[in-house]
Nanobody
Framework: QVELVESGGGLAQAGDSLRLSCATS????????LAWFRQAPGKEREFVAA????????YYADSVKGRFTISRDNAKNMVYLRMNSLKPEDTAVYYC?????????????????WGQGTQVTVSS
């Protein structure tokens, strides 16, 4: 059974930093693209960041570029999202996603496996 479990969310103030973690199990994702998406209340799920299996290729939404960093540790089956300079508009449930594909994508439909999400709330 494939499982992705996010952690690290919580309350933060504008300008703070948080690091989200996603533990993967049940399948080898060492050659798969992994990504983070988020969904704010009343809004559609949106792409945040994605990375290739090697970590050599990373992609970011314009809204987080320069502030967020996706990384992974294949030996530990973990993927991370470092979030710096948080803004109130970053408030959302953040989801880890894994794909059978090698190439990263910003399209939710390209990811077959999803975590349950972790809430990030940023106050001004």
């Amino acid at each position: 059974q494939v499982e992705l479990v996010e952690s690290g969310g919580g309350l933060a103030q504008a300008g703070d930093s948080l690091r989200l973690s996603c533990a993967t199990s049940g399948r080898t994702f060492s050659t798969s693209a992994l990504a983070w998406f988020r969904q704010a209340p009343g809004k559609e799920r949106e792409f945040v960041a994605a990375g290739s299996w090697s970590g050599s290729s990373t992609y970011y939404a314009d809204s987080v570029k320069g502030r967020f960093t996706i990384s992974r540790d294949n030996a530990k089956n973990m993927v991370y999202l470092r979030m710096n300079s948080l803004k109130p508009e970053d408030t959302a449930v953040y989801y880890c996603a894994a794909s059978r594909r090698v190439a990263p994508s910003s399209t939710p439909a390209d990811y077959e496996y999803w975590g349950q999400g972790t809430q990030v709330t940023v106050s001004s």
